[in-house]
């Protein structure tokens, strides 16, 4: 899970961003105009009110909301019942204390509760930005490819300018690739390969390790080899012609 989308786009240029400036901008144009037009493609393609993926969830809110008891305290406001909580949805405000209404600007399983019993439109209840026209407003725009820069025609006010690198102060040591958890985030706990415990790797292993594995370690199936015993009369026989 990612905090924001710079950690998702992070994770997608993790095998070009050690590349040059110059070279992971053009990657990132690549990756955009790739973007654009595949959801461009996807937008013009659908006929729905609203979205796919919208259209998907409110489908599933909606079945949830069937189960569901409604009682009206007023024209706008309602108590919804759901299994052994009740919930508190005002029509006029639009506000449900779930809060789902508020955070997504989409009718929750309450709201749609609600809508069940009374007049109201479930599109009505939508955020405009997930409509089919405003979602293919959004990837309308055309990222235009760039020739190579043999081609470019620069201006002399640009090219005679002599541009410095950044006056910066190299910190000692090996540059950190990773980045720092988010407040609260929980990083996987590593597992040795040797003792198979978690919490530290093979390098940094101090657990003994036990010579003749057994069942009980769990190594079943590995056999140790055996040796016959050798009889008195064979130690000293020397191979027939």
């Known amino acids: ?89 005002d029509m006029a405000l639009w506000t449900c204390t779930c809060r789902k209404f508020q955070l997504d600007q989409l009718p929750c399983d309450h709201v749609l509760a609600v809508v069940r019993k009374t007049p109201y ?53 090996r540059r950190r690739k990773r980045r720092l958890p988010s407040m609260g985030e929980e990083l996987p706990t590593p597992k040795c390969s040797r003792c198979k415990e978690r919490g530290h790797n093979r390098a940094t292993c101090q657990n003994p390790i036990a010579l003749h594995p057994t069942d009980e370690a769990g190594c079943s199936g590995f056999n140790l080899p055996t040796h016959q015993p050798i009889h008195p009369s064979d130690q000293h026989s020397t191979p027939q012609l």
Request: charged content about 25%; aromatic content about 10%.
């Open 121 to 173: 439109e479930a599109y009505d209840l939508c955020s405009l930005y997930y409509t089919r026209e405003f979602w293919h407003e959004t990837y309308r725009g055309v990222i235009n490819p760039i020739p190579h820069i043999s081609s470019w025609t620069t201006p002399q006010q640009i090219s005679e300018f002599e541009l410095q690198p950044p006056d910066v102060r190299t910190v000692a040591g």
């Open 1 to 89: 899970m990612t905090t924001n989308i710079s950690e998702s786009l992070n994770a997608v240029l993790v095998k070009v961003r050690e590349l040059p400036i110059t070279a992971l901008v053009n990657e990132i144009r690549l990756l955009c105009q790739k973007w654009f037009h595949e959801r461009r493609t996807k937008a013009a393609g659908c006929t729905t009110m609203m979205s796919k993926d919208v259209e998907m969830k409110l489908e599933g809110r909606k079945d949830r909301a069937q189960a569901m008891g409604v009682i009206c305290a007023d024209q706008y406001t309602f108590d919804v019942v759901d299994d052994d909580r009740n919930y508190c949805v």
